[in-house]
């Protein structure tokens, strides 16, 4: 419903009371209690703000247990959990063959591994729904 500039208080009210979520919203709001995991460089760098620049060799990560994520998450009640599998600095979680500027250039189980096929793996073993966030922005241009 449209706020026009004539409405008074009292009807900007009464047209609120008259709005009911779509199917997505409610769906979204019966999820209730998420998780939302940024995980890449950044978590290696301790900056805040990657460049787009990064080695990959950076992100050195040694082990990965999506399931205990998952346990703990299920454990406080969480319904969901939404994943960074690309931020703006273009570095990817899961096997690509669009781009090199990710895990697959890790020395994470020799450039074979993949944080998004475990995640899901495991959400499905913890019955919770899975998400993926992929930044619209992208610093990192191997296409150049």
């Known amino acids: 419903m449209k706020v026009e500039p004539t ?13 009911l979520p779509t199917y997505n919203q409610l769906d979204a709001l019966r999820n209730e ?9 950044n978590t290696f760098t301790r900056r805040e703000w990657g460049t787009g620049i ?5 992100f050195d990560l040694k ?14 009640g969480m319904k ?3 994943l960074t599998v690309k931020h703006h600095d273009g570095f990817v979680l899961w096997q690509s063959r669009y781009t090199q500027h990710g895990i697959m ?17 495991s959400c499905k073993k913890y019955s919770l ?16």
């Open 80 to 82: 969901m959990v939404i």
């Open 33 to 41: 209690y998420i998780a939302f995991v940024h995980f890449g460089p």
């Open 129 to 144: 729904k899975l998400g993926v966030y992929l930044s619209p922005a992208e610093m990192y241009r191997d296409w150049e």
């Open 54 to 58: 990064e080695d990959p060799e950076v």
């Open 105 to 121: 250039s890790t020395g994470f189980k020799d450039g074979k591994g993949d944080v998004l096929k475990n995640l899901s793996e």
């Open 7 to 19: 409405d008074s208080p009292e009807k900007i009210i009464e047209k609120a009371a008259r709005l």
């Open 63 to 76: 082990a990965l247990d999506t399931d205990q994520w998952c346990r703990t998450m299920q454990a406080a």
